[in-house]
């Protein structure tokens, strides 16, 4: 059973620091962009960041540039999504997600990705 689990959720303040992990089972992510998107209650979801099957490239969401960074190991088949300087509007649910990597962009927008985890619980308050 292919299945992306998320981990590292919590409950922070304002300026304050996780590490959210994503770990595959069933199937290896080498292969796949991975990307981490949001979304918080009454929106949509966004995307955050995305990282290419090597790891090599990498992109972000303005709203997150500077703060986040995304990183996989391979070898542990897990990615990752270190989040610093966290603000209230930060607050939401994270979810990461598969796909098959396509030729002409690296992120891969939600109506298309392959997999998708369940989602942990970011919330940002003092």
């Known amino acids: 059973q292919l299945q992306l689990v998320e981990s590292g959720g919590g409950l922070v303040q304002p300026g304050g620091s996780l590490r959210l992990s994503c770990a595959a089972s069933?199937?290896?992510?080498?292969?796949?962009?991975i990307g981490w998107f949001r979304q918080a209650p009454g929106k949509e979801r966004e995307e955050v960041s995305c990282?290419?099957?090597?790891?090599?490239?990498?992109n972000y969401a303005d709203f997150v540039k500077g703060r986040f960074t995304i990183s996989r190991d391979n070898a542990k088949n897990t990615v990752y999504l270190q989040m610093n300087s966290l603000k209230p509007e930060d607050t939401a649910v994270y979810y990461c997600?598969?796909?098959?990597?396509?030729?002409?962009?690296?992120?891969?927008?939600?109506?298309?990705?392959?997999?998708w985890g369940q989602g942990t619980q970011v919330t940002v308050s003092s």
């Open positions: 997600a598969a796909s098959r990597p396509q030729v002409f962009r690296l992120c891969v927008p939600r109506d298309e990705v392959d997999h």
């Open positions: 990282i290419s099957s090597s790891g090599g490239s990498t």
């Open positions: 069933g199937f290896t992510l080498d292969y796949y962009t």
